[in-house]
């Protein structure tokens, strides 16, 4: 019979690309990582993976195949939740999803004065409320809200966050801000158009919806630097040249410490309500309380 484990690996390293991202997700040396796999194709007698120097591609019997065990390994992680029992049983642990920009900001500073213990997890909303509405997750932070039929999900909003359009206090924004006040949308355009422009690859929507409601268009441009997050996008516009478009409450310190400027919020507001979105069967909501008392309390 097959050893679990092998599945175990197999998932990871299509999910995570590469075995040393695999192995730090399995808490496993990277040769171990590698002997699973080899082990597993020997198994099933396909060849699972296309090695190269930067990626394990998944080959179409790979793709196949987990496609055919995902649900189930999940329905184990669920079961491994709810029934595992460690010496730590009597400390709470909770385990929470949410952008890496915000748990740095918000939850980051906090965690040496919790009691109980925490898992954090970041990833893609969707993705994050998929392992919720599993059971992998007790909460999440998220700006979308899925409305499902006998779902143990509730959502609860918040706060909200608001776009703007923010600058490196080098940047010359003259005329920019002149266009602004005339309300001169075509030639705001044509001038942001001409500046070094900064995004988020996990973040675009959130450019190309603030475009679109205060241009009427889509944007036609892609920009010049596409980081992995919002928190390296502040870092490099501190005290630094370039256009970028963020949520508010991420970068309202700098703004204050006049190391970024706000330039504008829109003529159309684009914003974004932040839900907690927890599950109704959680069994520790004295800590899901804590956690959400720390959010209400820093995004008044």
């Not at 399995?26 to 796999?37: C, K």
């Not at 189930?72 to 669920?78: A, F, H």
Request: charged share 25%; aromatic share 10%; hydrophobic share 35%.
């Amino acid at each position: 019979m097959v050893n679990l484990e092998w599945y175990r690996t197999f998932k990871e390293i299509y999910e995570n690309g590469t075995l040393t991202k695999a192995s730090i997700a399995l808490y496993a040396s990277q040769p171990g990582v590698s002997v699973h796999l080899n082990a597993l194709e020997a198994y099933v007698g396909k060849k699972l993976f296309e090695r190269t120097s930067r990626k394990m591609i998944p080959t179409e019997d790979g793709k196949f195949l987990y496609e055919y065990i995902i649900e189930s390994l999940k329905k184990l992680e669920i079961a491994e939740q709810h029934f595992k029992k460690t010496t730590q049983e009597k400390n709470p642990s909770l385990n929470i999803g949410m952008c890496s920009e915000m748990f740095q900001l918000i939850i980051e500073p906090e965690i040496p004065k919790l009691d109980f213990d925490l898992v954090a997890r970041f990833g893609a909303h969707t993705d994050l409320i998929k392992d919720l509405n599993n059971g992998i997750l007790d909460l999440v932070i998220t700006p979308k809200k899925q409305n499902k039929k006998k779902s143990l999900v509730e959502y609860i909003p918040f706060s909200k966050e608001r776009i703007v359009l923010i600058a490196g206090n080098k940047t010359d924004t003259t005329k920019i801000q002149k266009h602004i006040n005339s309300n001169n949308i075509n030639k705001l355009e044509d001038e942001l158009l001409q500046n070094v422009w900064y995004s988020s690859s996990n973040e675009m929507e959130h450019f190309r919806r603030f475009w679109f409601e205060n241009f009427n268009k889509k944007p036609a441009f892609k920009p010049n630097y596409i980081l992995p997050n919002i928190t390296s996008i502040i870092r490099c516009l501190n005290n630094g040249n370039g256009l970028a478009l963020v949520p508010d409450f991420l970068c309202q310190e700098q703004i204050l410490r006049n190391e970024i400027n706000l330039v504008w919020e829109g003529n159309v507001k684009t914003e974004n309500t932040l839900y907690f979105a927890s599950r109704t069967d959680l069994k520790y909501k004295k800590e899901l309380d804590t956690i959400k008392t720390i959010f209400t309390s820093k995004m008044k």
